[in-house]
């Protein structure tokens, strides 16, 4: 594991006893700044609200008014700010929430966070590296940090509206570039889990602010002219320590394959179940899975029925059922190796990872594994996906997917933002985790043909499915954010 670099001394306070003195006078005039932009802000706080979801420890370091930290609606929430007035207004507009003034480089809680918010921050922070280490320090392993500030695109054009008084003077200090950031991040610790760009057009004008914010500012090279840059960042990984595994094995239609499944899976040397779910099947595999359970009472091997329809049910199915601390789904059939369970254990167990994603497109493949215009749409599919959640995903339809219980209860807690939607449970992993924050990793494995039964896969019904849910995402990940409606 990399090991940050010992933090600096502490900032002097005259670089940020000026910065407390202007925002001490700029406080009262906030409010009618604030109404004549109002459009970027409620774009920005739409924006952290679908990186942190209600009920959250949160922290907000330059809170200003609190009006974004109230937003999230935190079960604990903290605002820190340089400037004593601003504190005043935060209090009293807000009295449910905790605000102190202190600079961000002098931090000193006593407490961690699960969310620790910088929203247009950075330009005025005298030692970043001060910052993120007194940040590291308020982070436990499972902490995300949600960072926007401005583009240096846009430099020229900020400084032009102050000189046409369309926004405030303010004494900026910072252009630092998304690379810089990640840069000072890492030694203090941390490591970006996304980059994205957000925010083309501030101002409102009905239909327009939305094409523009969610369709043309995600176009290739366009977005590189988006007025900000959001970065959600983690603290670097540690060694998990000794987890139980759960493995939920979708099987419809897959009575030949049984036998082989519970044979092939090895031993992880940690407690491990194995919970097979079935329903609908047209042959005897709820039989053979009862008689591989009884012939087997040395194996934690359990059967739970489904009662709904399609592999994402029979999935959530499973994982409701499910007793221990890792979470792995296995297609009963046996498509991918179960000895190579293993390697997404190991994956997600050193911390690498935090939802590890199984990629059958890597390594060359056995004849008849996966049909030709399967493979192209899955390509098309990945880099879609690529596009809209920021992480790289080779492989949407991959089978096996590995991630801890308690980040699939985040995911299951957040679903109602998405829906029950996907009827495969690929994409309400991947979209979920994406939303959390979450580190996802492939891992390539050898795509295996079948060896009884055929595919439950309908090339052409499913292939546009696909494409809904793809354009679905885009939406939700996309343009409802920046949307009138909001998150």
């Known amino acids: 594991m990399a090991t940050a670099v010992a933090p600096p001394e502490r900032v002097p306070a005259a670089p940020y006893a000026e910065l407390a003195e202007f925002f001490d006078r700029f406080a009262d005039e906030e409010p009618r700044w604030k109404r004549r932009n109002r459009t970027y802000h409620r774009l920005v706080t739409q924006l952290v609200r679908f990186h942190v979801p209600e009920g959250a420890r949160v922290l907000e370091i330059g809170s200003g008014s609190g009006d974004v930290l109230a937003a999230l609606k935190p079960s604990v929430g903290v605002g820190v700010d340089v400037s004593g007035r601003m504190v005043e207004r935060a209090r009293e507009a807000h009295p449910e929430l905790r605000f102190e003034q202190v600079a961000g480089e002098d931090l000193d809680l006593g407490e961690r966070f699960d969310y620790i918010v910088l929203s247009d921050l950075l330009p005025y922070v005298h030692d970043l590296l001060a910052l993120f280490h007194r ?229 060359d493949m056995e004849p008849g594994s996966m049909r030709f215009l399967n493979m192209l749409g899955n390509r098309a599919f990945a880099r879609l996906l690529k596009a809209i959640i920021g992480q790289q995903v080779k492989d949407t339809l991959c089978g096996t997917k590995v991630l801890l219980r308690r980040d699939y209860e985040r995911i299951a807690a957040g679903r109602s933002y998405f829906g029950e939607f996907d009827p495969f449970g690929d994409f309400d992993l991947l979209f979920g985790a994406a939303r959390q924050g979450l580190k996802i990793v492939d891992l390539p494995v050898r795509y295996q043909p079948r060896t009884y039964g055929e595919t439950n896969i309908s090339r052409w019904r499913h292939g546009v499915l696909l494409l809904r849910m793809t354009l679905f995402a885009f939406w939700k990940f996309k343009v409802a954010p920046v949307s009138r409606r909001g998150v």
């Not at 939305?210 to 959001?230: K, R």
């Not at 039989?287 to 009662?307: M, S, W």
């Not at 059939?333 to 199984?358: I, M, W, Y």
């Open 135 to 363: 940040i590291a320090e308020h982070s436990h392993p499972r902490t995300r940090v949600v960072i926007n500030s401005y583009s240096r695109a846009w430099r020229p054009v900020i400084r032009l509206a102050e000189v046409l008084r369309l926004k405030p003077r303010k004494p900026l200090s910072n252009w630092v570039s998304p690379h810089d950031v990640a840069n000072l991040l890492e030694l203090a610790g941390f490591e970006q889990v996304t980059l994205q760009t957000r925010i083309l057009f501030p101002k409102q004008v009905p239909l327009l602010t939305t094409f523009l914010n969610g369709f043309v500012a995600n176009l290739p090279l366009i977005h590189l002219l988006s007025l900000t840059h959001w970065i959600v960042a983690r603290p670097l990984p540690q060694e998990l320590e000794a987890t139980s595994v759960t493995i939920v094995c979708p099987c419809r239609n897959e009575q030949g394959h049984v036998a082989q499944l519970i044979e092939r899976i090895p031993d992880f040397g940690v407690p491990t179940e194995v919970i097979f779910v079935e329903g609908n099947s047209s042959d005897d595999t709820r039989g053979e899975i009862l008689r591989q359970i009884e012939a087997h009472p040395d194996r934690d091997l359990r059967f739970v029925p489904q009662t709904g329809t399609g592999k994402g049910d029979a999935v959530r199915t499973g994982f409701a059922a499910a007793r221990n601390d890792v979470l792995m789904i296995l297609d009963g059939d046996l498509s991918v190796r179960p000895e190579d369970l293993p390697k997404f254990h190991r994956g997600l167990v050193q911390g690498r990872a935090e939802l590890v994603n199984g990629s059958r497109l890597v390594y």
